[in-house]
Structures are given as C-alpha cells and as structure tokens.
C-alpha cells in the first residue's frame, strides 16, 4: 500500500469523508435531489453558523477544555447589540453591529477565561455556570423578548447573496449567502494561528499535557484566557450572521445547539480529553450533522426521526473513536507489560 | 577539586510545619556522575525542586559555579545550566518529536511564528549530540519508553547544560535500555556535562555513579565514593535498619503438587510449558522481553486462555478460562502495575483489603455486616504492619511498600492456595521490599504455593526454592538456586 494511502488510513477525517460519501449517494439515490446545484448550496449555506460555533468549540476542546456557554453567550451578545442599535434607529451598514457584537462577545468570554485560566476552575463547571447567567442576564436584565424586525443594514446582510444556484430541472434556486465569506475567513485565521504560531501550537501543548507545556515556557494561563475571548468573538460572529440571515432575532433559539455543535467536533475526530483533532476533520464532523439535519427530508424520512438518526451518528461515531482509543491504550499496555518482562 | 557546578549548604525547607529537609547539602563537580538516594519521601524530590527553583528554600544558599543564590527562579537555574528530566519526561504525547524538542528554545527566543524549517533544524542537532536515531515526524505518544527519555534528554541538553537531574529515569526501562542511558551518562561525563541520578536501586548507584549522597528522613547521612560502599551499608544508610537476607528453604513440601501444568502453550506467546508447584514452595519465573513468562502468569490466573496442554488443582484437571474459574480454585494474582490494575486508588484502605472477601461478609440478604467488616480490616491491618493511622483513608495516601502490602493482604485475606506475584517488589523501597520478602517466606512456610515473577536476580535467589527460567516462549532450565549463580542464571535467559 502506498504511503499516503496508509497514512490516510489511518487518519480520522478519511472515515468520517467516507460516511458522508455514502450518505450523500444514498440520498442522491433514493431522491435524485443530492447533488443538484442548489441542494449543495443549501448545504453550504446552513453550514455557516455550525461552523463557525464549531471552530471555536474544536479549539477549546484541543486546549483540553469545554465550553458550553457559547450559545446563549452569542445569544446575549447580539440581543445586546441588536436591540440597542433598533432602539437608536441605526440605519448604518454591516460594520458597526459586528463592532458591538464581537466586543460583547470578547469581554462574556473573558469573564469564561478569567474563571478558568486565572482561578484555575474547571471549564464545565464554570461554562455550565456561565451559560445560565449568560441567559438570565439576557432574559432577566435585558427583558429580551422577539424581534420581528432588525435594523436594515443586519437584514440586508443577510439576506444578500454571492450567486444564486438553480436547479435545472426543478426550477428551485437557492442563494449562496455573503455571510459565508465570514466562515471561511474565520477558518483561514483559525488554521493559520492553530497551525502557524508559537500561540496556536501552545493550545495543542496543553492539551497535550499542561505540566509540559508549563514547564516547556508556555504562558499557559495567558493562552487560556485569550482562548476563551477568541471563542466569545467567534460565537458572538455565528450568532449575529444567524439573526441577520433570519432577519429576525428570537433570543432563545440557539440555546442547546451547543450539543450538536460539540458531537459534530468530536465526530470529526478531535479528542474529548484534548490535544489531537483537525480543523478537516471538525469541519467534516459538522458537515454530517448538518447533511443529515437537512436532508434527510429527501430521503422521505420524517422531521421526528432527526433527533433520533442523530443521535445514533453521535453514538456510533463517538462509539468509534472510543474504541480505537481504547485499543491503541491497549496496544501500548501490551507493549508495557511485554517490556517489564 | 576545580570549581563546583552546584553546591548547595545547608539547604532548609518545610511545608505547613512539617520539615522535609533539615540542613542538606550537597556538591557536584564538572563531570561527576553523582547518585541522590533516599527511600520514598526523604526530601530527595523537594531537594530537586529546590535546586530547580521550583520550590524557595526556607534557609540556606544555592551556588551555582561560585555564584552564590539566596534563591533562584525556574529560569534562572536554565540559565546556569541546570536541567530536570522529570519522571514523566515532561513532553507532549500528541505532537511531533520535532515539535517537543524544538518548543523550548523557540519559546525562550521568543519567536511567536511557527518556523518549520528552523525547528526541524534545532530538533536534528538536538538529537545528534547523543546519536539517537529517531522519525522527528513521529508523534512522541507513539515511541517506547526509552526513546521517550531520549527525546527529553535530547531536549534538555539543548541548553548548555552543566548538570543534569535526572529523576529516577530506570523506573519503566528494561535492563537493555538501562545500559543505553547509563552509556549516554558517560558519553555527557566525557563533554564535561554532570549527572545528579536519583534512584533508590542500589545496583544502579554501584553501576554508574562516581560519589553519592543519601537522604533519610530530610537529613543528610553520608556523601561519599561509591567504591567505598557496599550492599549492607547502602541499605543501613537508606533505611536505618539492618538487614539480613535469609535464602529461602521450604519447610514441608508434600510430594503431591498443589499445581501441575503439562504442556501449556498459547499462540505466539508461550508453548510445551510443564511444571509442578508443590505446597509451601516459593517458584521464581524469570525471563527477558518477550519471554512469555506475563502471559504464562496471565493464563495461570484465567486471564488469557491458554489454547493447548491442561492444568491441574490437586490432581483434578479444570477449565481456566476466567479470573472468577481462577478464585474459585484458590488462585490469586498480584499485577506488576499495582496502581492501576491491583487498588482502587481513591477508596479507603480498609475497603481495598476486603474487596475481594466481600461475599464472605455480607450476611443472608447480601448486605454488608459492618462489624464483621471492621474486625477483619483491623485483622490485617495489624497483620500486614501496614502504616496507616486510619483504615479509613485512601488508599493514594500510603508509600509504594505500603499499597503493596495491600494488595498482598486483598488476596490473603480470601484463603488461597496458590499466589502468584508479578513484580512484587518492583519500585518499593529497600525496607519494605525486604518486608515484603519476609511476608512472601512466612506466607509460604504456612503452606501457601507461590509463583514470583521477576527481573531483579537477586531478590529471585534469596526468595524462592525453585526458579524457573523462560526464553522465547519456553522454559529453558530449572534451577535450584542454592546450587546456581546469577552467571549461570543470565545464560540461560540471553
């Protein structure tokens, strides 16, 4: 077998393509509807906000952390933004609500990232703490209730398009969204800081391992921090293109996709305990959940098995990696035992 | 004696009121391999914290190379080439060799891009200045222990070292990959590099250091030339105590076998295996890497299924095919890893010695009958000598020699037959492995069988009646060590 052929082999992301392959085909197959210009555009449009929420979880999970907060912390954040700018009239453009949202977002992630890196507290504990406060501040404080209507400029940002694509035979056109220029910066920025910097590499280091990467010279307090206000910018970015592609803001509505999100990462292979993961494969993890999130429709399955189908995605998938985890502890428990001998 | 690379005087420290250190001091040469020994929880690792900044000694000076420290940060002892290989290494089993290696400089430089190309650079001259041979792509969690410790040494010497600490680095290698380290030790004594080795093994501190130094209990005992030691006063240094190595001989031997195994063998890992244990022997298995001699002891108990030939329990052939089928027949079995596979670590000390007696003390209904439990906790507490203040407490609070001795009276206090032992004494200190030795006789003279499993040579000459050796998969001799000596014995292994 040729090298590249057995490193792929042995490489997460080249399972997880192939599980997507195959369901593609067998939607192709039963509907016929697959790979039509506009499905594939479909696709590509409802992965902007997962994705984007996802590249900021994969890069908290590599670090060996966990965040739950970021839904309702980009809910919080572009409620914030949102209303304040419809109550003052704005009629600006796109630049201003992104200002606000991701400066909200910065400072709700920082107050994650003091917990954790300055008082050392567990990242569950403290998300799971936050998120709720997150919430009520929202809830509570803010009195968010639906808005029918945003400012003009979020809609118009929104609802403009790249291209639209359409079906030759269904006569069905959809639009690729501008906003999908912002997943693929943000992804261009990730790789480049997780692959390219000292700063990237040290997020890799502790979750590798932390003592190590304390005593190697990382500034390990200071890289969590920053870690949990970068996760804050990007979630309060998905959030914000996810009411402006609405074009309405419904506060509560992206509360509890942070378990999607996170089953979608570590079905792309980043490990849970930290450490090893891609960028590829968490792209890829995501891409199957929102694939079968919207099509298994064209297969004729009903809406209600969704939540089932995914699950058991999730189940097999974790299931997967679980065991290859566990057999290669295996392996080198073997290899442990056979050298005491 | 030319200028010293460290020297430390009178070095004080103690935590919440307790002192672990009392006035230690301690002197290196340019070039001196020199060994810190100590039984468990002496001082010796707070002594190396000390020296690596890591903890601020309460009083006493720190001088490396003439310049005199009050105290000292983590960088400033990098800085006066001083370099800690930690027992766990300290490396990232998720990244590249190229990427362990190269992390420290590039973040000591500053550099805040990754430059692949210049890392791959470092990572080359790292590795060359000790010739070892390794893929610098390869994710370090994949290399064997050995090349783990080459890596972190590699990457420790990158710094214009004067002195490296190294903290029992023997612990996970095998005598093969001792003698490798012990060469490379030389190989930095010849640049001019030092070596302070912790360790409690005292083949080792003869083998390879120069001078040494023993701690016990916070206090310095004695520096001096190696060549001027020896076995007794070693361990009366270490421990206090002295002690005498009584070889084994079995009292009462019955001339039936308690177990006889005719031609075992499993696939690939062990075959034609035949021998008989008989009531009150103590069996020693001994082998190199790769032997078969785990396995054997793995099938013995029911863990993996031998695949050919039968064994026998008092002369009546049985099926062992799992660890249950292995109990019920009055076998049990001590890990090698007792951390993880032998204790629950965070439970109870009490709750670890019944474990596996619990059906004995629940009453009618399966419900634990708490005096029944308590009296025989206090029963084996006192048996053992385990030190404890408290049954109660964990188990992760008690020294090596301690956990062991628990493990040891988990399975004693279910009546067995035959005991098997895997490693019993492997990173125990010298006072409780020789307690240890004496429980395993004593055990043996009340007319238990047991089978030891073991590198350490010496402890298989003085503690068993019969040892039998493995290579490849089969039994190569059986000896008697009365009439056999450690060269006859390594014939038979290599």
């Known amino acids: 077998m040729p090298i590249i052929l057995k490193k792929l082999t042995q490489r997460n992301e080249t399972y997880i393509f192939l599980v997507i392959l195959v369901l593609s085909f067998l939607i192709e197959f039963r509907s016929g509807q697959f790979f039509t210009p506009n499905n594939i555009v479909d696709i590509a449009s409802a992965m902007i906000v997962p994705g984007l929420f996802a590249i900021g979880t994969f890069m908290v999970i590599v670090s060996g952390g966990i965040d739950v907060s970021f839904p309702a912390l980009a809910s919080l954040s572009v409620y914030a933004t949102t209303s304040t700018l419809f109550d003052a009239k704005y009629s600006g453009n796109m630049w201003l609500p992104i200002v606000m949202a991701l400066a909200i977002g910065a400072l709700l992630g920082a107050v994650n990232g003091i917990l954790i890196a300055a008082f050392n507290l567990p990242p569950l504990i403290v998300t799971l703490g936050t998120s709720s406060i997150f919430r009520g501040f929202m809830l509570g404080v803010l009195g968010a209730k639906q808005m029918p209507v945003i400012p003009k400029g979020m809609s118009t940002f929104g609802t403009s398009s790249l291209f639209v694509a359409k079906n030759a035979q269904s006569g069905l056109t959809s639009r690729m969204p501008v906003a999908i220029l912002a997943l693929i910066i943000v992804l261009v920025i990730a790789y480049l800081i997780l692959y390219r910097t000292m700063f990237g590499r040290g997020i890799y280091a502790i979750g590798g391992n932390e003592t190590s990467a304390f005593r190697a010279g990382f500034n390990v307090r200071q890289i969590k921090f920053l870690l949990y206000v970068g996760v804050g910018i990007i979630s309060s970015l998905a959030g914000l293109i996810r009411v402006c592609m609405m074009t309405q803001d419904h506060p509560t509505n992206m509360l509890g996709m942070e378990m999607m999100i996170i089953a979608g990462v570590v079905l792309g292979g980043t490990a849970i305990t930290g450490g090893a993961g891609s960028l590829t494969g968490c792209m890829l993890g995501t891409a199957l959940i929102v694939i079968v999130q919207n099509s298994l429709i064209l297969l004729g399955v009903p809406t209600f098995w969704q939540g089932f189908f995914l699950g058991m995605l999730i189940l097999i998938g974790t299931g997967v990696s679980a065991s290859q985890v566990m057999r290669s502890s295996n392996m080198s428990k073997l290899r442990k035992t056979r050298r005491a001998l | ?494």
Request: net charge neutral.
């Open chain 2, 1 to 494: 004696m030319a200028q010293s690379v460290l020297k430390v005087v009178d070095i004080k420290k103690s935590f919440a009121g307790v002192d672990a250190l009392k006035g230690v001091s301690l002197e290196i040469a340019p070039g001196e391999i020199h060994c810190l020994a100590g039984e468990n929880g002496c001082g010796k690792s707070t002594l190396i914290k000390i020296i690596s900044g890591v903890y601020e000694p309460n009083s006493g000076q720190i001088e490396f190379s003439g310049n005199i420290h009050k105290k000292i940060t983590p960088i400033e002892a990098i800085m006066n080439g001083i370099q800690v290989i930690y027992q766990d290494f300290s490396i990232f089993p998720n990244m590249s060799v190229v990427e362990n290696l190269a992390f420290n400089s590039e973040l000591a430089n500053k550099h805040k891009l990754v430059n692949k190309k210049r890392m791959r650079k470092i990572a080359k001259d790292a590795i060359a200045k000790i010739n070892f041979e390794v893929d610098l792509d390869a994710k370090v969690g994949t290399l064997s222990v050995a090349d783990k410790q080459l890596v972190a040494i590699c990457r420790a010497l990158m710094f214009d070292a004067k002195l490296i600490i190294m903290d029992e680095p023997t612990t996970a290698l095998t005598r093969k990959e001792v003698n490798a380290l012990f060469k490379i030790i030389l190989d930095l004594k010849a640049q001019g590099i030092a070596t302070l080795f912790v360790s409690h093994k005292l083949d080792e501190v003869f083998e390879i250091s120069e001078r040494f130094t023993i701690i016990r209990s916070g206090e310095k005992i004695i520096t001096g030339n190696t060549a001027e030691l020896d076995n007794k006063k070693f361990t009366y240094y270490m421990t206090g105590r002295e002690f005498e190595d009584i070889a084994f001989t079995p009292k009462n031997i019955d001339t039936a076998p308690v177990l006889e195994v005719k031609n075992l063998g499993l696939t690939g890992f062990f075959e034609n295996i035949s021998f008989a244990l008989h009531k009150g022997e103590i069996l020693g298995l001994t082998g190199l890497l790769g032997s078969g001699r785990t396995e054997l002891a793995l099938s013995l108990f029911g863990i993996r299924k031998a695949d050919s030939g039968t064994i026998e329990i008092d002369g009546k052939e049985i099926r062992l095919d799992s660890v249950q089928t292995a109990m019920e027949n009055g076998i049990g079995y001590v890990p090698e890893d007792r951390l993880s596979e032998g204790l629950f670590l965070p439970r109870g000390i009490g709750d670890n010695i019944i474990i596996s007696e619990v059906d004995s003390l629940a009453n009618g209904i399966g419900v634990l009958d708490r005096t029944k439990k308590k009296n025989e906790i206090a029963r084996w507490v006192k048996e053992l000598t385990i030190a404890t203040p408290n049954p109660d407490n964990a188990c992760s609070t008690l020294s090596g020699g301690n956990q062991q001795r628990i493990v040891l009276a988990k399975w004693l206090a279910r009546d067995l037959k035959i005991l098997i032992l895997n490693g019993p004494t492997m990173g125990v200190d010298i006072g409780s492995k020789y307690d240890i030795h004496m429980i395993l006789q004593k055990l043996a003279d009340e007319g238990m069988s047991l089978i030891i499993i073991s590198d350490d040579i010496p402890e298989i000459m003085t503690t068993c009646s019969k040892i039998l050796i493995m290579r490849d998969g089969r039994i190569t001799a059986t000896l008697n060590p009365k009439e056999t000596n450690v060269q006859e014995l390594s014939k038979y292994m290599m």
